[in-house]
């Protein structure tokens, strides 16, 4: 910052002129100045504090995608008109990394070269994320590496860099960064980042470039590489060989304790962090008010319906690790039949029959509740316990801490950076998504198996990924699956389907549970009626839900289907478009040098 100048009034006399030259020179003493900052560890951790607020994402459980919707569907669902060139915004934005870039720029301040390491490999840290952030977005963006001066007219007009260029730059970042940050904090929290969160995050990142580029070959209208880019198959080998040190040096271990019907969904609800599992977190406290809505999300209807598609269920297997889509019927049962005797994983992530949360209202404690979910299934994961009492100001009052990056995700990554480079073996997957499997109390993953007989249902255009062909089919669609059913509503799934160009499944996958018609609907069999479909005239059944066809609620063949969530809405994805995201229109009027990405129309003709 700027020394204090102060320009004195015309009838300040000579007599002050030696005190106001003095003044003139002293740093301000209410505000931060970088001249009076940066010097020690605890000023260099206030300025940084702010970027964990600023970059991680805080609420992965409000995600929408192919596996899940809300009552306003997000414009990337939406797509077509819906989504347009935004004037300014669109997360073109700046600001986080201008304090990054400061930070770094001001470490020579600082006399505990402990500090200096540490905060060095952290501003790395958030400036690779940053970065991925905008990679994922946009594509090519500029490269900022400094603070800038509003002197430096080419630095603050350039074009856009290479993606290349900058995935080399993320990757000198994420290198400092894990051989600066410490390996844990004194209090055994996962509240910082530390060595182990920067392995998993090129994990991450190399896994997204690395199957981007693999499923998007050929798209040239998405990028353009020089001729030494690194391939596909580089950030492949070094996704698995990064989740490989987590996996094999790290303190992390699984959260289990033997009981496959509960432990997942533990591992959520509960208030602090399992720093086992949990290799970066999002501390919340009531007692600060600190808190998020994931229990209003799911058990709220004014916290906007986020619902589960049917997607999402027909991934899960059945308990015993044979196929639900190869079970006769599948496509067309009624709810207790489609969630009976499933992975232990699918009652933990949403509600199914004997479910009861009884702080609630008596219509809030049941698996049907139709005033929630606009596809008949309701969520689960991330609901805090029934016992806290806290919850009964449900709406925005959640307090359990939630997961940015857990050792689940470094396992899958794992999985699938070696079946995807043909390396995988089945120690690989006993090493990593079986463990998963295990904890869930279901049957192992076989490689030989699932390459010999790959799943219909993973394969065909209407309900899978037709686009995976080759030896390891069937092993890559299993790990797909695996990825649904272990990482769902975690905030991971739209970018799963970018990089794995499989965002049409947006366009093909939006749908309910089945219903034949009219009628009245037990699914507990207690013989109740949770719900009642009808036509014409409400009939006078009892009944927990009435719902009229057309009305109320649409179905995909008129008076039977699938539940049409959101019915006014046409859910769309161009291929040709949609895979990034468009530059503002302002920011592209301020600086002509920055072209806009294929086939979006701003009408601006530079």
């Not at 043909?422 to 079986?434: P, R």
């Not at 295990?438 to 990924?465: C, F, I």
């Not at 008129?558 to 920011?587: A, M």
Request: glycine share 6%; proline share 5%; net charge negative.
């Amino acid at each position: 910052m700027r020394k204090i100048n102060i320009l004195w009034m015309a009838a300040a006399t000579l007599l002050f002129a030696n005190a106001c030259e003095k003044a003139l020179n002293k740093y301000p003493l209410d505000t931060v100045s970088e001249e009076s900052y940066f010097e020690n560890a605890t000023q260099l951790q206030f300025f940084t504090n702010p970027l964990y607020a600023a970059i991680l994402p805080d609420a992965p459980y409000d995600e929408q995608s192919d596996l899940m919707v809300a009552v306003n569907p997000s414009s990337l669902l939406v797509n077509g008109s819906y989504r347009t060139v935004p004037t300014s915004g669109g997360s073109w934005t700046w600001s986080d990394l201008r304090r990054i870039n400061t930070c770094l720029g001001n470490l020579h301040r600082c006399s505990d070269p402990v500090a200096v390491k540490e905060y060095n490999a952290l501003c790395k840290f958030f400036r690779a994320w940053f970065y991925y952030n905008k990679v994922r977005r946009f594509g090519d963006v500029p490269w900022i590496d400094h603070e800038l001066a509003s002197t430096e007219t080419e630095a603050l007009y350039r074009p856009r860099d290479s993606r290349e260029v900058i995935m080399t730059h993320i990757l000198e970042d994420l290198d400092e960064a894990i051989a600066g940050l410490p390996v844990s904090y004194a209090n055994g929290k996962t509240y910082r980042a530390t060595k182990w969160a920067a392995l998993a995050l090129k994990a991450r990142i190399c896994l997204f470039e690395g199957t981007f580029r693999k499923y998007h070959k050929g798209d040239i209208t998405l990028w353009t590489l020089p001729a030494t880019a690194r391939s596909a198959e580089d950030y492949l080998q070094m996704a698995a060989t990064a989740a490989a040190e987590l996996i094999d040096h790290s303190p992390h271990k699984l959260y289990n304790t033997g009981n496959p019907h509960a432990d997942y969904q533990t591992l959520f609800s509960e208030y602090q962090a399992n720093a086992g599992e949990y290799i970066l977190s999002i501390d919340y406290d009531y007692s600060l008010n600190t808190c998020h809505d994931a229990s209003g999300v799911a058990l709220v209807a004014a916290c906007g319906r986020n619902s589960p598609t049917r997607g999402l269920i027909d991934h899960y297997l059945m308990a015993d690790g044979t196929r639900y889509s190869s079970v006769s019927g599948w496509e067309t049962k009624n709810f207790a039949e489609q969630v009976a005797n499933r992975d232990p994983r699918l009652h933990q992530t949403i509600r199914i029959p004997g479910y009861n949360y009884t702080v609630l209202s008596n219509t809030r404690a049941q698996y049907c509740d139709m005033e929630i979910t606009l596809t008949g299934y309701s969520m689960n994961k991330f609901v805090m316990p029934a016992d806290n009492l806290a919850m009964k100001d449900i709406r925005d009052r959640s307090y359990n801490d939630m997961p940015v990056i857990r050792l689940a995700e470094v396992y899958l990554i794992f999985a699938e950076a070696k079946a995807e480079l043909e390396t995988l073996t089945q120690t690989d997957l006993d090493i990593s998504v079986n463990k998963l499997r295990r904890r869930a109390g279901m049957p192992d993953l076989n490689l030989s198996d699932a390459n010999a007989a790959p799943d219909p249902y993973l394969t065909s255009p209407s309900t899978g990924y037709p686009n995976v062909t080759g030896t390891n089919q069937g092993v890559i669609l299993e790990i797909r699956r695996e990825r649904v059913v272990e990482m769902a509503f975690e905030g991971l799934r739209y970018e799963d389907l970018l990089r794995w160009k499989s965002g049409d499944r947006i366009a093909r996958c939006q749908q309910g549970m089945y219903f034949p018609g009219t009628g009245n609907y037990d699914w507990n069999g207690d013989g109740k009626v949770d719900l009642c479909l009808y036509s014409g005239s409400k009939p006078s059944v009892s009944a927990t839900y009435k719902l009229k066809i057309g009305t109320d609620i649409f179905l995909t063949e008129g008076s039977k289907g699938y539940v049409r969530p959101c019915n006014s809405y046409t859910f769309t994805f161009d291929p040709d478009r949609d895979y990034l995201y468009p530059i503002p229109i302002e920011e592209r009027v301020l600086n002509h040098r920055l072209v806009q990405n294929p086939n979006w129309s701003d009408g601006l003709n530079f």
